[in-house]
Structures are given as structure tokens and as C-alpha cells.
């Protein structure tokens, strides 16, 4: 069973950085596309960034465009986010979730973590 866990949230003051972490578990990672989607309180989750199966092609919102990067690590089966400059409207649950397959963007992601709380506050 795959499972992606994620890791690295917490509580950091606006214009503050973080880096997020996902370990996905149970099968050959390098073969998963991986995502980051987040959801604020009393909203709909929105996609965050995606990255392909070789770490070659990525794709982000245009609200954390030039702030969040994702990157990849194969040889550990961790997917990062780094997140820059945040600001309090970045407060959300940040989720992790994986797809198989070489298709970028995938359609759907069929793997999801649990999420990792992120605040960003004074």
C-alpha cells in the first residue's frame, strides 16, 4: 500500500520560511508523480505544485510562484516543498499526494497523506 507521510509544519512568523517533507512508502517512488495541495479553513482545497517522475518538470500555483519551490529526492522517496516569504493567507493543511505513472500533470492523484498543519502568524 502507498502511503505518503508528510512532515516539517508548523507555526512561523510572516515572511518566514519552512520546508515540508513527504516520504511515500510501498512502492518504486521514482515512478510517482507527487503533488502539494493545501486547504484553509472554510475553503476548498486548492493545488499547491506538482513535480513529474524525474524531478525534470514542475508546475506550481500562480500565488506561490517565485516563494514555494518542490523538488524531489529518489534516492530517499521524499518529495520537499520549500516555502519562502510566507504569508498569513499560506495558513492551511498542507497535503501530499501521488500518482503512478509518467503522465505531467497527471488528471488525478490517487495516493494522499494525512497533512501537516501550516500558521503563519506574528
Known amino acids: 500500500q502507498v502511503q505518503p507521510v508528510e512532515s516539517g509544519g508548523g507555526l512561523v512568523q510572516p515572511g518566514g520560511s519552512l520546508r515540508l517533507s513527504c516520504a511515500v512508502t510501498?512502492?518504486?517512488?521514482?515512478?510517482?508523480?507527487a503533488a502539494w495541495f493545501r486547504q484553509a479553513p472554510g475553503k476548498e482545497r486548492e493545488f499547491v505544485a506538482a513535480i513529474n517522475w524525474s524531478g525534470g518538470r514542475t508546475d506550481c500555483a500562480d500565488s506561490v510562484k517565485g516563494r514555494f519551490t518542490i523538488s524531489r529526492d529518489n534516492a530517499k522517496n521524499t518529495v520537499y516543498l520549500q516555502m519562502n516569504s510566507l504569508r498569513p493567507e499560506d495558513t492551511a493543511i498542507y497535503y501530499c499526494a501521488a500518482r503512478y505513472g509518467m503522465e505531467f500533470p497527471p488528471p488525478s492523484y490517487d495516493y494522499w497523506g494525512q497533512g501537516t498543519q501550516v500558521t503563519v502568524s506574528s
Open positions: 510501498g512502492r518504486t517512488f521514482s515512478r510517482f508523480a
